[in-house]
Nanobody
């Protein structure tokens, strides 16, 4: 059973940066697309970035394009989300999730993902 644990959240000032990590255990990551989602209070969970099995197929939601960078290291079983130029509206609980796929690619659709981490809080405030 794949398990995911996020880390790296915290409090940061607007314009600052954070790097989130998602550490996997219990299975190899080679056959999983990984997505990052976030949920702010009172709002629905939002898919913000995902990366396919190979690391070559990547998607971003428009609101984070040019600011966030997703990457993966299958040997370390870890996925990263580098978040730059953070804004107050980026404040949310951030989750990573895994989708077992027979092909490369990924979708920013929560119901595609069967395995979820517990989330890490990111707060952007001065």
């Amino acid at each position: 059973q794949l398990q995911l644990v996020e880390s790296g959240g915290g409090l940061v000032q607007p314009g600052g940066s954070l790097r989130l990590s998602c550490a996997a255990s219990g299975d190899t990551l080679d056959y999983y697309a990984i997505g990052w989602f976030r949920q702010a209070p009172g709002k629905e969970r939002e898919g913000i970035s995902c990366i396919g099995r190979s690391g070559r197929r990547i998607n971003y939601v428009d609101s984070v394009k040019g600011r966030f960078i997703i990457s993966r290291d299958n040997a370390k079983k870890t996925i990263y989300l580098q978040m730059n130029s953070l804004k107050p509206e980026d404040t949310a609980v951030y989750y990573c999730a895994a989708d077992f796929r027979l092909t490369d690619g990924c979708l920013l659709v929560a119901h595609e993902y069967a395995y979820w981490g517990q989330g890490t809080q990111v707060t952007v405030s001065s």
